[in-house]
C-alpha cells in the first residue's frame, strides 16, 4: 500500500508539471516575452517549492524547474534578435557565445552549495529564472519604444 501511494503521489506531481507546461504555452499565447515571463515565473516558483520542501516534492519541483528552462532559449534568441536590423548576425553570434556564460553556472551553484548546503544553493537559479522574467517584462517595452511589436511579429512571420 505505502509504495501506491508513493507511485500515485508522484504520477499526480508529474501529471501537475506537464499541465503547468501546457498551461503556460496556452497562457503565453504564442507572444514570446508572455512565454517568457510565464516560463520565468514557474522556473521561480519551482526553485522556491523546492528550496522550501523535501523529499520527492523538492525533487519533483526542481526537475519541473529544468522543464521550464527548457522553453526558455529559442525565445530568448527570438526577442534578443529583434530590431538588430544589420546588425542581427553579430548579434547572434554573441548570443552563441553567451551560451559559455551557462558553464560558469554550476560550478558557481557547487561552490556555494559546498561553501553552505545544498538547499542555500538553488538560489543561483532563482535569481536566474527571476532575472529572465525581468528580460521578458524589459524586453517588450524596449521593442515598442523602436516601433516594433512583438507580439504582431510572432502571429504574423514565420520563420
Do not use: C
Not at 517568457?36 to 522556491?48: E, K, S, T, W
Not at 536590423?85 to 557547487?110: E, H, N, V, Y
Amino acid at each position: 500500500m505505502f509504495l501506491l501511494s508513493i507511485y500515485l503521489y508522484k504520477k499526480t506531481f508529474i501529471e501537475i508539471s506537464f499541465y503547468k507546461k501546457v498551461d503556460g504555452f496556452w497562457l503565453g499565447q504564442e507572444k514570446p516575452a508572455k512565454t517568457l515571463m510565464i516560463f520565468g515565473f514557474l522556473g521561480m516558483l519551482a526553485m522556491f517549492i523546492g528550496m522550501s520542501t523535501t523529499g520527492s516534492v523538492s525533487v519533483f519541483a526542481f526537475v519541473s524547474g529544468g522543464l521550464f528552462a527548457s522553453v526558455m532559449w529559442p525565445v530568448i534568441f527570438s526577442l534578443a534578435l529583434q530590431g538588430l536590423g544589420k546588425f542581427t548576425s553579430q548579434g547572434s553570434a554573441f548570443l552563441i557565445m553567451m551560451i559559455l556564460g551557462g558553464a560558469f553556472i554550476p560550478p558557481l551553484q557547487g561552490k556555494i552549495a559546498d561553501m553552505f548546503n545544498i538547499t542555500i544553493s538553488y538560489w543561483v537559479p532563482l535569481i536566474g529564472f527571476g532575472y529572465l522574467t525581468l528580460f521578458a517584462l524589459l524586453v517588450k517595452r524596449i521593442l515598442i519604444k523602436q516601433n516594433i511589436d512583438v507580439d504582431k511579429l510572432a502571429t504574423t512571420e514565420t520563420h
